[in-house]
């Protein structure tokens, strides 16, 4: 494997408050490697995008990150100070959020804002970025770009706007682009649309991309690995294909079950009992282990074992045996 | 079987112009979005209807014309025999109406955070004047609550509870149809299997019929017993799960079922879709799908196709046949 565009080690994200200091990240470790798309799945208050957003600086206080690192082509970044961050997050970290019209300046036309953010960072003069900008959208498939470049947020489809946020966040070339639910917001047909292009482009250029979804039907078409999180940890990590289909985590096991199309033909769909505690709320040991069915004296004690981002699959004591592949 | 719920030529048009002084100086017209366009449909008693269509698709004014929260412009709704928009008898009127109740999407603005929830499960029941005494406790068991959660606040309790409370709402007047739109669009998958097993338990426990409102086509293929595929406010499709999933007719429910992610569909090219849905204000003449069908010919730009029997559904579209014929090649390839 050749050098990751990104390496997470043993992140810490922590949040103090009156009651005590919350962990939505807590010890997380992997590595995305150029042209690889990792997606980042789990429920809400997994921790997914907390973690998206430790990795571009922008952490809303009083979170913070506590421990760990982050390294971007070997390089820390999770220490550098506001300036040094401002001048690698758009450059070599592009993101696209889930709702493109908070994303965009409503004030602005879209080729402003796409210029902007060339000439801030790229050694261009305004008409170079102009003529950029207008290939950036012929790119995203924005159709006439030349003369939608001049209209406003507002003049777009949804996924028409979302295009002209992912072409904000490629125009720079970025080595890495975070996607927070980038389709969430959008329709089906529209949301195969975004998806075949973040996959295009991610393999034409070699873009390492970090897909944040709660969609295991979106992971299951766009992503080469996926890293499941539960309660602020990351709970398995692997390639897509056995992770969703050979689950070694008895909560990747129950997700998995609980989707419709997995109980396809069955009358009740499988349910995991309760619901995912709250970060102030932890139980000791494995955060999972009051609603596993495999929940032995070990889990109660010890959390699970911590995932380190280039072996081990479950961060569980007694992970499900599967039948190996007859493929 | 009985149809409860019978649908005939619903139309809905909102009035989208602009006010008359900016018409006047603008020299516009005025502009009249058709929501929903001369759908019909019938719900057997006791059975699951689903509604599937994309955003701006009139899934969720055909259910609020349904319950009653808007009027539809043409055609009619009845329930139980009573058009509840035409209907003058206020008894009747009265009857009908507690019999439809209605789940909304977002748990978190359909609660009053200002009632406890004793109150609110109780209140369709005691603005009738009906004796809630003890009923709030014996639903919220019912929806796997515990009765001492009726004396909280809805704030104190996580997305999946709070939709449970909105059923247990929904149960109290003891109604024969529960309108849900999108309930569970707003929760994480596993709580989303909790509530929607609970929904299916509920249903033969008391004999309810559902209509179901949801973007989610792999929740509506585990919930419906029959389905309708929406498009720009028109029946384009209406089929059994079964054979809609297997042999989808219309071309637009063949394009939204090949772009849906699949969980087995690793490393899937997906050719997307063509387009976007267009103009409600101004759509495309006859078919309003012909300008991203494959198939489209010149009648489709000139007549409307009515919904007729297509190897069994119903499908409007003039050229279902050469649509399944071409599934099937793709099937056999």
Same mark, same amino acid.
């Given at each position: 494997?050749?050098?990751?565009? !990104?390496?997470?080690?043993?992140?810490?994200? $922590?949040?103090?408050?009156?009651?005590?200091? !919350? +962990?939505?990240?807590?010890?997380?470790?992997?590595?995305?490697?150029?042209?690889?798309?990792?997606?980042?799945?789990?429920?809400?208050?997994?921790? +997914?995008?907390?973690?998206?957003?430790?990795? %571009?600086? !922008?952490?809303?206080?009083? /979170?913070? %990150?506590?421990?760990?690192?982050?390294?971007?082509?070997?390089?820390?970044?999770?220490?550098?100070?506001?300036?040094?961050?401002?001048?690698?997050?758009? +450059?070599?970290?592009?993101?696209?959020?889930?709702?493109?019209?908070?994303?965009?300046?409503?004030?602005?036309?879209?080729?402003?804002?796409?210029?902007?953010?060339?000439?801030?960072?790229?050694?261009?003069?305004?008409?170079?970025?102009?003529?950029?900008?207008?290939?950036?959208?012929?790119?995203?498939?924005?159709?006439?770009?030349?003369?939608?470049?001049?209209?406003?947020?507002?003049?777009?489809?949804?996924?028409?706007?979302?295009?002209?946020?992912?072409?904000?966040?490629?125009?720079?070339?970025?080595?890495?682009?975070?996607?927070? $639910?980038?389709?969430? /917001?959008?329709?089906?047909?529209?949301?195969?649309?975004?998806?075949?292009?973040?996959?295009?482009?991610?393999?034409?250029?070699?873009?390492?991309?970090?897909?944040?979804?709660?969609?295991?039907?979106?992971?299951?078409?766009?992503?080469?690995?996926?890293?499941?999180?539960?309660?602020?940890?990351?709970?398995?990590?692997?390639?897509?294909? $056995?992770?969703?289909?050979?689950?070694?985590?008895?909560?990747?096991?129950?997700?998995?079950?609980?989707?419709?199309?997995?109980?396809?033909?069955?009358?009740?769909?499988?349910?995991?009992?309760?619901?995912?505690?709250? !970060?102030?709320?932890?139980?000791?040991?494995?955060?999972?282990?009051?609603?596993?069915? +495999?929940?032995?004296?070990?889990?109660?004690? $010890?959390?699970?074992?911590?995932?380190?981002?280039?072996?081990?699959?479950?961060?569980?004591?007694?992970?499900?045996?599967?039948?190996?592949?007859?493929? | 079987?009985?149809?409860?719920?019978?649908?005939?030529?619903?139309?809905?048009?909102?009035?989208?112009?602009?006010? #008359?002084?900016?018409?006047?100086?603008?020299?516009?017209?005025?502009?009249?979005?058709?929501?929903?366009?001369?759908?019909? &449909?019938?719900?057997?008693?006791?059975?699951?209807?689903?509604?599937?269509?994309?955003?701006?698709?009139?899934?969720?004014?055909?259910?609020?014309?349904?319950?009653?929260?808007?009027?539809?412009?043409?055609?009619?709704?009845?329930?139980?025999?009573?058009?509840?928009?035409?209907?003058?008898?206020?008894?009747?009127?009265?009857?009908?109406?507690?019999?439809?109740?209605?789940?909304?999407?977002?748990?978190?603005?359909?609660?009053?955070?200002? #009632?406890?929830?004793?109150?609110?499960?109780?209140? =369709? @029941?005691?603005?009738?004047?009906?004796?809630?005494?003890?009923?709030?406790?014996?639903?919220?068991?019912?929806?796997?609550?515990?009765?001492?959660?009726?004396?909280? &606040?809805?704030?104190?309790?996580?997305?999946?509870?709070?939709?449970?409370?909105?059923?247990?709402?929904?149960?109290?007047?003891?109604?024969?149809?529960?309108?849900?739109?999108?309930?569970?669009?707003?929760?994480? @998958?596993?709580?989303?299997?909790?509530?929607?097993?609970?929904?299916?338990?509920?249903?033969?426990?008391?004999?309810?019929?559902?209509?179901?409102?949801?973007?989610?086509?792999?929740?509506?293929?585990?919930?419906?017993?029959?389905?309708?595929?929406?498009?720009?406010?028109?029946?384009?499709?209406?089929?059994?799960?079964?054979?809609?999933?297997?042999? =989808?007719?219309?071309?637009?429910?063949?394009?939204?079922?090949?772009?849906?992610?699949?969980?087995?569909?690793?490393?899937?090219?997906?050719?997307?879709?063509?387009?976007?849905? =267009?103009?409600?204000?101004?759509?495309? =003449?006859?078919?309003?799908?012909?300008?991203?069908?494959?198939?489209?010919?010149?009648?489709?730009?000139?007549?409307?196709?009515?919904?007729?029997?297509?190897?069994?559904?119903?499908?409007?579209?003039?050229?279902?046949?050469?649509?399944?014929?071409?599934?099937?090649?793709?099937?056999?390839?």
């Amino acid at each position: 494997m050749s050098e990751p565009v !990104l390496s997470v080690r043993n992140l810490v994200v $922590e949040i103090p408050t009156r009651t005590g200091v !919350l +962990k939505p990240v807590d010890r997380v470790s992997y590595d995305i490697a150029p042209g690889e798309i990792l997606g980042v799945v789990g429920e809400s208050g997994a921790g +997914k995008s907390m973690t998206g957003n430790a990795v %571009i600086g !922008l952490l809303d206080r009083p /979170a913070r %990150i506590t421990g760990g690192e982050i390294l971007l082509h070997g390089r820390r970044i999770d220490d550098l100070g506001r300036d040094d961050m401002r001048r690698i997050r758009g +450059k070599e970290i592009g993101m696209v959020f889930q709702d493109p019209l908070t994303s965009l300046n409503p004030l602005l036309r879209i080729g402003d804002q796409l210029t902007e953010t060339m000439v801030e960072h790229l050694d261009l003069t305004a008409d170079e970025a102009r003529d950029r900008a207008i290939a950036a959208l012929d790119e995203v498939g924005i159709p006439a770009a030349a003369s939608r470049i001049d209209s406003y947020p507002h003049e777009f489809s949804g996924g028409m706007r979302q295009r002209v946020v992912i072409a904000l966040a490629l125009c720079a070339e970025p080595a890495l682009v975070i996607a927070d $639910e980038p389709t969430t /917001a959008l329709d089906v047909s529209v949301q195969a649309q975004i998806i075949a292009l973040l996959k295009r482009l991610c393999r034409e250029r070699g873009t390492a991309v970090m897909l944040v979804t709660h969609d295991m039907g979106v992971i299951a078409e766009a992503v080469d690995r996926v890293a499941v999180m539960y309660a602020g940890r990351l709970a398995e990590l692997g390639a897509v294909r $056995e992770v969703l289909q050979r689950p070694r985590h008895p909560y990747t096991e129950g997700l998995m079950g609980s989707t419709p199309l997995a109980s396809r033909g069955q009358r009740r769909l499988r349910q995991i009992p309760g619901s995912m505690p709250r !970060l102030g709320n932890l139980p000791d040991g494995c955060a999972f282990y009051p609603r596993c069915p +495999k929940a032995q004296e070990a889990c109660r004690v $010890e959390p699970g074992p911590t995932l380190a981002a280039d072996q081990g699959r479950a961060a569980c004591w007694f992970p499900v045996e599967q039948p190996e592949a007859a493929e | 079987m009985k149809s409860l719920v019978s649908v005939r030529n619903l139309t809905r048009v909102f009035d989208v112009s602009k006010p #008359w002084l900016n018409r006047v100086i603008e020299r516009r017209p005025k502009a009249m979005l058709t929501a929903v366009s001369d759908v019909s &449909f019938e719900i057997p008693e006791r059975e699951v209807y689903a509604l599937v269509g994309e955003s701006g698709s009139g899934k969720s004014t055909i259910g609020k014309m349904i319950v009653g929260l808007l009027n539809p412009s043409e055609g009619s709704v009845e329930i139980d025999g009573v058009d509840l928009s035409r209907e003058t008898d206020a008894d009747k009127i009265d009857a009908v109406r507690s019999d439809i109740q209605m789940i909304f999407q977002d748990p978190f603005a359909s609660l009053n955070p200002r #009632w406890k929830v004793r109150d609110i499960i109780a209140e =369709p @029941v005691a603005a009738r004047g009906g004796d809630t005494a003890g009923l709030s406790e014996k639903l919220l068991e019912q929806v796997g609550l515990s009765a001492e959660d009726a004396g909280k &606040f809805p704030h104190e309790f996580s997305g999946g509870q709070r939709q449970r409370i909105c059923i247990a709402r929904a149960l109290a007047s003891e109604p024969k149809l529960i309108v849900c739109d999108e309930p569970t669009s707003a929760l994480d @998958v596993s709580v989303q299997a909790q509530v929607l097993n609970l929904m299916s338990d509920l249903k033969d426990e008391f004999g309810l019929t559902y209509l179901f409102i949801s973007h989610d086509l792999t929740v509506v293929q585990h919930m419906a017993d029959k389905i309708g595929v929406l498009y720009l406010g028109r029946l384009v499709e209406e089929a059994d799960p079964d054979t809609l999933f297997e042999r =989808p007719a219309h071309p637009y429910s063949q394009m939204l079922l090949a772009a849906a992610p699949r969980m087995d569909g690793f490393g899937r090219e997906v050719v997307p879709p063509k387009g976007e849905i =267009p103009d409600p204000i101004n759509p495309p =003449p006859g078919c309003a799908f012909n300008p991203r069908c494959p198939l489209a010919i010149p009648l489709c730009l000139q007549e409307r196709p009515e919904l007729r029997d297509v190897d069994g559904a119903r499908v409007a579209c003039h050229r279902a046949e050469e649509a399944l014929a071409r599934m099937r090649d793709r099937i056999e390839a």
